[in-house]
């Protein structure tokens, strides 16, 4: 956007020489206009400058407090890499599927029997599996509240179907905070309450999610189109009925494409705060990884990566089904 | 135009019932929506066991926790002697070393104490409670390790010393007062008077039935009072222990071991400003602060260096992925190169880089790099780049042709194509969706710093798992709040400049 203004100045200083001198009003507008390049030139590479060294601190400061040095880590990068490939190829469909290991020897490395959860007699569910669906679980239910809750409170934080001034100032903070409190502190309080399980990293999901959909909800029904509701305005509709009869039908695709984004979202949410003692299969993986289980670290990579994948495509196709190709693609975020 | 009453309104209703009421499936549609919805929440319910996980939470213990964020413990604990008390406080009081309170009043007597030997002859603050709990029977009491030092040459001989002691104290919390005496406690609480008898070692009997503010499990056991948000106190046999909590936090600048500690702020800028060197070494400016930063029990030096980190991982985990995906997305483009393979090859590397969650990419880069901001660098840059690059290149599939024709058209080189005919055009949307991750990210980061990728996210992780130090995780909560909203309203400031105030999201 700059450059070509430059181009364009070096074509004019060539060809002003060749030109007669300026009248009085020419030179004017020449000098302030030589002026204003200048300035941006120079806002250009100050902007360039600082952002150097903001990067370059960042990445000094990153290295010098990290626990090993990147230069020093680097080399062994790809030792850690050769440390997750398991002895055969087979080692990861056993993990996966929890059947029994040829190297056996007693130890948590290979004894993916031990984690199968029997539905009957003889029919098993291997561990992984059961882990990630319990994770989805969170997630589903998760967004399924948030997507109650906030569609409850969006209509109270919207500007054009103004309730109270100070409600609305209210419900809108409060969402603010719902959204901006970190996820892991309401996960560790409640894991402190409720000691360790599914339930403290589900209400920590749900929170974030009432905060981050009312948002979005409430800046979808701004949008909304008013005139269905100054048609049932004018019929004598209470707010209640004005709000469901008029502005739900329109604005439900959005707030249906925004919950399965946010589905999405809460699935890599909740694997997350699993890591950090949620349950799960991000505690799976975090202890595995830690305990050096190669096999079993690529079976819950392999299921975490096939279950988001699919979650994925599942919940674009249907919000393309739902809102027509302006589906909201818009990968995760707060 | 012809206009209708409600009656034939009604009429026309009631000649096509079916038009007007919707078909079968419309009708019961929602209704078996809503129904799926109820029996999911009822099978999610027993999943998880919602029901038993929230009866056997610790709810006591949670409101404890939450008024921990706001406020502090004092806690002394009256040990009771033959005929004295002994009040001590814990090594780490919030009131110093040798506490003072106001709310605790005491009187003192001369009697006879039973000493474990000549040499332990130290206040009640030294001698903790325990000593007094080995002297029953007469025997020598196992004696700590202050009064070992004192006497290094065999077991000490218990012996009776007159000496002043306190016989009496007075304790206030809040509208409440306990009037503690050997053998008795008094509680008093608006009108309500529980008296207390204590049998030293043995039992505590009440006088009358316990108010509702008492509770004891079984008859002579310990009784525990509670005051509500002021505190709360717990009479056993040998010992009062009391919790008064204060609204703030404790200590916030300078912990008990600094100079400037406990002094009133006017005080403290007159030192700064005019007082002679406490310390012969530094300035007391620089001494103050270097108080501060080095706070025990706030650790503001480490807490700031760690939400520094935080900062950094979120920053430059954004721009390296936003310089990668950048040239990537232009390849990625269908439109821009005309190479299938590459497109899809390059779609399906973002795809991948995406999908395996930044939480996977956190844990591999702690194990490569170690516990720190390269990991969590690491990770953002991973996932954020399979984000960006699907983002920029879906961006760059929908741009303007004729831009990039009338560049061509003059006959430009195939990279000067792009640079004025494509850059111009997309610049600000990639810099805006750019922004909008980085203050994302900036979350984020501090979710996956409590996997071992560095940051203020660890440092909260550990504050909440010791249960001691809620008003850490307060603290820092309010630090990550700040930075979140400023950095929202800087990066959404740029993007609307960017933007032109349009388009928000990207």
């Not at chain 2, 009708?27 to 066991?49: H, N, P, Q, S």
Request: aromatic share 12%.
């Amino acid at each position: 956007m700059i450059s070509p203004m430059r181009a364009q100045k070096s074509i004019s200083m060539t060809t002003t020489t060749h030109f007669p001198a300026l009248s009085e009003a020419g030179r004017t507008v020449e000098r302030h206009w030589r002026e204003l390049a200048g300035r941006r030139r120079l806002h250009t590479i100050l902007g360039l400058v600082l952002f150097t060294v903001a990067m370059g601190g960042s990445l000094w400061f990153a290295n010098a407090t990290n626990a090993g040095k990147f230069w020093d880590r680097l080399p062994h990068f790809f030792d850690f890499i050769s440390m997750l490939v398991p002895r055969d190829g087979m080692e990861v469909w056993r993990a996966l599927f929890d059947l029994p290991s040829p190297y056996d020897d007693g130890s948590l490395k290979f004894n993916y029997p031990e984690g199968r959860v029997y539905l009957t007699e003889t029919l098993y569910l291997p561990e992984y599996f059961y882990k990630m669906i319990e994770t989805l679980n969170i997630a589903a239910v998760s967004t399924l509240i948030g997507f109650g809750a906030g569609f409850c409170l969006c209509f109270l934080a919207a500007k054009n179907l103004a309730v109270n001034r100070w409600l609305r100032f209210f419900v809108r903070r409060f969402m603010e905070v719902l959204r901006a409190f970190p996820e892991i502190v309401i996960a560790g309080f409640f894991l402190a309450v409720f000691s360790l399980g599914a339930v403290p990293a589900m209400l920590a999901v749900t929170i974030h999610t009432i905060g981050a959909l009312g948002k979005m909800f409430f800046e979808v029904v701004e949008n909304a189109d008013m005139r269905a509701e100054e048609g049932l305005r004018a019929a004598g509709g209470n707010w209640i009925e004005r709000v469901w009869f008029s502005i739900v039908p329109q604005v439900m695709p959005n707030f249906l494409s925004y919950g399965l984004l946010r589905f999405e979202i809460n699935v890599r949410a909740s694997t997350i705060i699993g890591a950090v003692g949620g349950g799960g299969i991000g505690e799976a993986l975090r202890l595995s990884i830690s305990r050096g289980h190669e096999a079993k670290t690529l079976a819950i990579v392999l299921l975490l990566f096939t279950t988001i994948v699919a979650v994925d495509q599942f919940s674009a196709w249907l919000r393309k089904r739902i809102v027509g190709a302006q589906a909201f693609d818009f990968g995760r975020g707060g | 135009m012809s206009t209708l009453s409600t009656a034939e309104v009604d009429e026309i209703a009631a000649r096509h019932v079916a038009a007007f009421s919707g078909s079968l499936r419309h009708r019961v549609t929602g209704w078996l929506l809503a129904a799926g919805i109820v029996a999911y929440l009822a099978f999610a319910w027993w999943f998880f066991a919602i029901g038993t996980v929230f009866a056997g939470g610790n709810w006591d213990i949670a409101g404890n926790y939450l008024a921990d964020w706001v406020s502090y413990e004092v806690r002394p604990d009256v040990a009771f002697g033959d005929n004295h008390l002994e009040i001590s406080y814990p090594r780490f009081s919030p009131l110093g070393d040798d506490p003072q309170p106001g709310w605790v009043t005491t009187e003192s007597a001369e009697v006879e104490v039973t000493k474990a030997g000549a040499g332990g002859s130290g206040g009640g603050m030294q001698s903790s409670s325990g000593s007094f709990l080995g002297t029953v029977g007469g025997k020598p009491a196992p004696t700590g390790g202050a009064d070992a030092a004192d006497a290094p040459d065999g077991p000490a001989l218990p012996e009776l010393v007159r000496e002043e002691a306190v016989v009496r104290a007075m304790v206030e919390i809040g509208a409440a007062t306990l009037d503690i005496r050997p053998g008795q406690v008094v509680a008093t609480r608006g009108g309500d008077e529980l008296v207390l008898d204590i049998r030293r070692n043995e039992s505590v009997d009440a006088a009358g039935p316990l108010p509702a503010w008492a509770s004891q499990r079984a008859p002579g056991e310990k009784v525990i009072l509670r005051f509500g948000f002021a505190g709360r106190a717990e009479i056993e046999d040998d010992e009062v222990k009391i919790r008064h909590r204060f609204w703030g936090w404790e200590n916030f600048l300078f912990d008990t071991r600094s100079p400037f500690w406990g002094k009133p702020i006017g005080e403290v800028m007159t030192l700064v400003a005019f007082g002679e060197r406490i310390d012969p070494l530094m300035s007391n400016a620089a001494l103050a602060w270097n108080n501060v930063v080095n706070n025990a029990e706030w650790q503001h030096g480490d807490v700031w260096l760690k939400l520094l980190q935080t900062i950094v991982m979120a920053f430059a985990g954004t721009v390296l992925a936003t310089a990668l995906a950048f040239p990537l997305a232009f390849a990625a483009a269908r439109n821009i190169m005309p190479n299938r393979i590459a497109n899809q090859l390059l779609k399906r590397l973002f795809d991948f880089l995406r999908s395996v969650d930044m939480l996977i990419w956190a844990l591999f880069f702690t194990r490569a790099f170690g516990p720190g901001p390269l990991a969590g660098i690491s990770a953002i840059f991973f996932t954020d780049t399979g984000t960006f690059g699907k983002l920029y290149s879906e961006t760059l599939e929908n741009i303007d042709d004729k831009q990039r024709e009338g560049v061509r058209s003059v006959g430009a080189s195939p990279a000067l194509v792009q640079r004025y005919g494509v850059v111009p055009q997309i610049l600000p949307v990639f810099l805006s969706q750019s922004l909008y991750f980085w203050e994302s990210n900036t979350r984020s980061a501090t979710i996956i710093g409590a996997v071992g990728a560095g940051g203020i996210g660890l440092k909260l992780w550990e504050a909440m798992r010791t249960n001691q130090d809620w008003e850490n995780v307060a603290y820092m909560v309010v630090l990550i709040l700040i930075v979140v909203f400023v950095f929202d309203g800087f990066s959404s400031a740029i993007r609307h400049r960017l933007m032109g105030g349009g388009l928000q999201r990207g």
